[in-house]
């Protein structure tokens, strides 16, 4: 295994950061379709706005407060929040969401109704990292996106990066009280955050039933959210971090229900949220069903993975759990989290 790591390790010093993005243009008229430009300047369409957004919606989540206003501060399959800016301590947003989907953060009124399969296009393939710019078009001039625009521009652009800045590509977690978060990247190994709270069990995170096991349901400023289910059915752990549990109140049972996992920061070092490689700037849900990108390499490596170890074997899949189940993940001892990329390393 060691060996295995220092040749990805060698061959993503080959790999940098790309300044590329998707640019996905969302018009705010129904009836009109929602494309993403490639970075080949290739125009794909991916669905129909079916209801555009009257006003905002404020005060948003709770960890919307941690992104920065003007960008995506969360990607899932049934649902896209974006910042518009910070009042009194709480994050005013606007989303998108499937026509069919359950996104309880999307407030009514303050929202697109896309008409694409959950967890697909937007929400799938061509998901926004968390963190990628969103600007409002009127008339052609690309303007930053405030709450005195709406409901009044032409259009929302999201520019999305290919793959993170931050240059991880593998993260590993004990999953024991202590135990070591540890990112790999160009630069070698390096721990970032410790376990507070291991996980234990499977719970019913609604969106998970729009996403396929071992694979990333959402990715927002404080959760990352993995689905233990097959598409169709509920279940999932979140890992969060310690900040947002302590402080949040809908996330109180998080310190009493096993389906949690709270990692904390080093000692001297800042908060997590709303920071890379794991809060912002990482994951994404990634393809599936129709979804295609261009080549081989971008439509599965665009597509996160996570794997675990059970009492302390080989990395395999995760078990296929759904429903609430306490004690489904008792023997989980590590977790491992591959990043989205987009080009083949040795390129």
């Known amino acids: 295994m060691k060996k295995l790591l220092i040749i990805i390790l060698l061959l993503w010093t080959q790999y940098a950061y790309s300044e590329e993005f998707i640019e996905l243009r969302i018009p705010n008229k129904p009836g009109e ?29 709770t960890a919307s407060k941690w992104a920065a206003p003007s960008t995506v501060c969360a990607s899932a399959v049934n649902a896209i929040h ?20 359950v996104a309880p953060a999307a407030a009514q009124g303050a929202f697109f109704s896309l008409e ?18 969103v600007t409002a078009e009127i008339d052609g001039q690309e303007l930053p996106l405030t709450h005195e625009l709406i409901p009044n521009f032409d259009a929302l652009i ?20 202590a135990g070591r978060v540890t990112v790999h990247d160009s630069h070698g190994s390096r721990v970032i955050a410790r376990v507070v709270r291991p996980i234990g069990g499977v719970g019913r995170f609604g969106g ?31 890992i969060m971090p310690l900040k947002h549990a302590l402080t949040s109140k809908e996330m109180l049972n998080a310190w009493h229900l096993s389906q949690w996992m709270i990692l904390a920061p080093l000692p001297g070092h800042p908060d997590l949220e709303g920071t890379p490689p794991l809060f912002k700037d990482s994951l994404l849900p990634g393809a599936q069903l129709g979804d295609k990108l261009p080549d081989l390499w971008s439509h599965y490596g665009r597509r996160p993975l996570v794997l675990c170890r059970r009492s302390g074997g080989a990395w ?26 987009w080009n083949e390393p040795l390129n």
């Open 82 to 101: 974006i910042l518009i800016d910070i009042q009194e301590g709480r994050g005013r947003i606007i989303s998108l969401v499937p026509s069919i989907t």
């Open 33 to 61: 379709q929602v494309t993403a430009t490639l970075p080949n300047n290739e125009s794909l369409t991916l669905g129909q706005v079916l209801m555009t957004p009257a006003r905002t919606n404020w005060p948003a989540y």
């Open 208 to 238: 998970t039933l729009y996403q396929n096991a071992g694979r990333i349901r959402a990715s927002h400023s404080g959760v990352i959210d993995v689905s233990t289910s097959r598409r169709g059915e509920t279940g999932g752990i979140q």
């Open 158 to 177: 999201i520019r999305t990066p290919l793959t993170g800045k931050s240059g991880v590509f593998m993260t590993d977690i004990e999953n024991r009280p």
């Open 316 to 341: 395999e899949w995760l078990p296929n759990v759904a429903g609430k189940v306490d004690d489904a993940l008792r023997d989980v001892t590590h977790l491992r989290v591959y990043f989205p990329v």
């Open 116 to 133: 694409i399969p959950a967890g697909t296009g937007i929400f799938g393939a061509f998901a926004p990292l968390t963190g990628s710019n």
